[in-house]
Each structure stands twice: as C-alpha cells, then as structure tokens.
C-alpha cells in the first residue's frame, strides 16, 4: 500500500494574508463603490484618504478606489467624479443607455442623487430616462428631492420626468415635494391637465400628498395644491391654527382650484406650535379647532 502523504493546514501566516488582502480590497474597492451609493454627493472624493486619492489618481491613472465603476460602467463613473469633460467625450448610444450597476443605480439617477446639473443636462440631451425605478425603489426625481437637491428635482420634471411614478409603499415625487414644501414643483406638475387627478393619489396607507404636507406644516405646499386643483381630502390632524382655517375655508368654498391670503409668516411655515384652543373667528361658532382637526375631511 503506497503511504500518502496528509495534507497539511494551511499555516497561520497563509491565513494571514489572505485575511489582510480580503481586507485592503473591500476597502479599497467594495465600500468606496458602496459609499457612492450612500453619501449626499461627491464628498466621498474628499474626505479622509479618498481626499489624498482623488488628488493621487487621475483620469489617466487607474481609480484605484472604483475600480468597479471605472471598468465596467464608464458613464457611471464620469458622473460620480463629476467629470462632464469626459461625458462629453462619450457617443450618444453610451450616454443614452439606461444601464444599471450593481447597485441598481442608473448614471442619471446618480447624477440627480449628487446634485450634479452639468452631467445631468448632458445626460438628459441625449435620451437617458429620468423615470426608471433605481436602488431603493426610486426614481432620479425622488433621488434628487431625498438629498435636498430641490431645483434639480424641478430641472427633472420641468424636462418630462413623471412626479407620480410611486414606490412599493405608494409614495411618488408628488408626495415628496408636498412634505419638503416644494411648490413651485406642484405647479409645475399641475401645468399639464392630465396630472390633475394625480395630485389626489394616496399612497398604500391612505395618505395624499396632502396629508405629507398638514404633517410637515408644508403651508407653501399646501397652498399650491388648493390652487393647483387637488381635492381637499385628508386624514392627518393640521397643527396649526392657521393651516386648520385654510383647509376649512377651502372646505366650505368647494372651489377647484382654490385660493386665499394668508399672511406672510403663515406662508413661510414659521408657524409650528400645536393647534391653540382659542377659536379662530373664520370657524363655525360651535366649532372647536380640535373638532376640526379630529374630523379630517
């Protein structure tokens, strides 16, 4: 019988080195592509040591940080180091591919998640979609509205993307710009009669881009939906006086679009306190504002 030699365990020094090199490529290549996908903008090339790579690395050297994108999705990668030059560079087939990375994340939805106009524009020109479902079941509008970049949100929709594409809960752009207060992006989906009923639609838990806006106090939002045609439904308890005298005098009018003065510090949504108990004199007599407010439509 011929004697076989027993396999030996890999040694400790071996797995040594193989842990060290898991490590130095996911944080070399792993979570600088992942932060792309969790950061507010371009920050991530300027912080720490990514801060000493970006000035290191250039866009003839390997990025070495992003090896990922910079390989596999080119487009993707000249968006999120903010390099229009290079887009502008690109054929109008590669710019106008909708192609996803492994995070589900189109380039335009990376460009409008960053706040980045310049390669939004280019983009845009050349026939990328804004309306694509990306990573966390968002479109490049919602993207742009979750990151506070609201005149990128209103650049979108003024350039055709649809405000009401919702998520798997039911929430659309609509319902966003309602609760951050984003007027002038309700105006502008109400320019097209066709988006009317769309300023009503709830999400899967009942609520209208309505009810988004009285639960932030979003009077500017508020307003805007009364004169943009929406119904007056909702569900959620006003806060303040004087977002409850609005609602009830657009209530009692049963006028579509509806208007009102208010004051200035009511439309600036300086107001915050809860409801008060005295009666404002516009209500009923009989009418307690947390009667009101308790009754929700």
Known sequence: MKYQREKQPPSCLTSIFGFAFVIFWALVCIYPAFWHVMTDDPCYRRYGIWRVSSFTVGAVSVAFYDLYHRYLYPVHNAVIRSRADLLRQMTKAQLKSDQK??????????????????????????????????????????????????????????????????????????????????????????????????????????????????????????????????????????????????LSNWQKSGEKPFTMSVSAESEGGYYSTVISDKIPAELPENVKPETFRNRGH
């Not at 993207?143 to 039911?170: C, T």
């Open 101 to 246: 990375d492994g995070f589900d994340m189109t380039a335009l939805a990376y460009a409008a998640r960053y706040g980045l106009k310049s390669e939004l524009e280019i983009l845009l020109a050349n026939g990328a979609s804004p309306d694509l479902i990306t990573w966390n079941d968002m479109t490049a509008t919602m993207h742009a509205l979750d990151k506070g970049h609201y005149k990128i949100a209103l650049y979108l929709v003024e350039n055709g993307a649809d405000a009401s594409i919702a998520n798997l809960n039911g929430k659309s752009a609509i319902h966003l710009a309602a609760q951050m207060n984003q007027d002038q992006i309700i105006a502008k989906v109400a320019e097209n009669p066709a988006n009317l009923t769309k300023l009503d639609v709830p999400d899967i838990k009942g609520l209208t881009p309505l009810d988004y806006a009285i639960n932030k106090n979003s009077f500017r939002a508020i307003m805007q939906l009364a004169a943009s045609g929406a119904e007056c439904q909702f569900s959620t308890t006003p806060k303040t006086d004087e977002i409850s005298v609005f």
